[in-house]
């Protein structure tokens, strides 16, 4: 009798002790997973937090709500391509494969920041037919991504360089060989962009023999409301 008792509690804690083991295995998994992604993500927090914060894009200041972040870097001389990032992804660079000498132009439905197209025009052997076929046909609510690469201006001629200007461009107008050209527009914003910079094509300043230095530009761009 006492010893059927003795077995039967055993058995209990048996039973208990296995149940808290499994139980413990179990949970204490979890735990480990939700701590180890803590770990990483304090550790994504943190890194970048000593040096400098980077936000969307890379950028040294993040957007408020409601607006997309971008970055944009021109091609430096004809050796490096240019890059679009655009509400953190990167829509066009080397790396994409999707860029080339000239003018680097996306695309971008300004309501939704989904991506329309990309295409580079040769501005320099090129001819300016494609790059009208292509900006001419781009509805309102569309916002237009520039970055020059190389040679952005021998091309260009009036009828491109004012539907650039219609878009918000300041310096479309004056553009020429070899000049750095960046450029944040849009079709039916009806003001100048404040997301432009143009620098010369100028001997006595080039940083590169032949070409100036790279131009680079972040901002936040407020999405279109309808
Ligand atoms: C942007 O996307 C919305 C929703 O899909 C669409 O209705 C609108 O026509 C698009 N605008 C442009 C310029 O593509």
Not at 55 to 75: L, R, T, V, W
Request: hydrophobic letters at 40%; aromatic letters at 12%.
């Amino acid at each position: 009798m006492r010893c059927s008792a003795f077995i039967r509690i055993v058995v209990v804690l048996l039973t208990l002790l296995t149940t808290w083991y499994f139980a413990e295995k179990f949970y204490s998994n979890k735990v480990d997973m939700k701590s180890l992604r803590s770990m990483f993500d304090n550790k994504a927090e943190e890194a970048p937090r000593k040096k400098k914060v980077k936000f969307s894009c890379g950028n040294e200041k993040p957007c408020p709500d409601g607006y997309f972040a971008f970055q944009i870097i021109s091609g430096a001389a004809n050796v490096v391509g240019p890059s679009i990032c655009f509400d953190n992804t990167i829509i066009m660079s080397s790396v994409k494969n999707n860029i080339g000498r000239g003018l680097n132009i996306a695309l971008i439905n300004a309501s939704t920041g989904a991506l329309i197209k990309t295409n580079a025009f040769d501005m320099y052997s090129g001819d300016v037919k494609p790059l009208l076929e292509f900006i001419k046909p781009v509805k309102d609510g569309t916002l237009v991504f520039v970055a020059s690469y190389d040679d952005p201006g021998t091309k260009l001629n009036d009828e491109a360089r004012s539907i650039f200007t219609d878009f918000g461009s300041s310096y479309a107008k004056k553009v020429r060989f070899r000049d750095g050209w960046i450029f944040v527009g849009g079709k039916g914003i009806n003001a100048k962009s404040p997301f432009e910079q143009h620098i010369k094509n100028n001997k006595e300043t080039n940083k590169y023999d032949g070409w100036p230095e790279v131009l680079e530009m972040e901002g936040c761009i407020p999405k279109k409301s309808n």
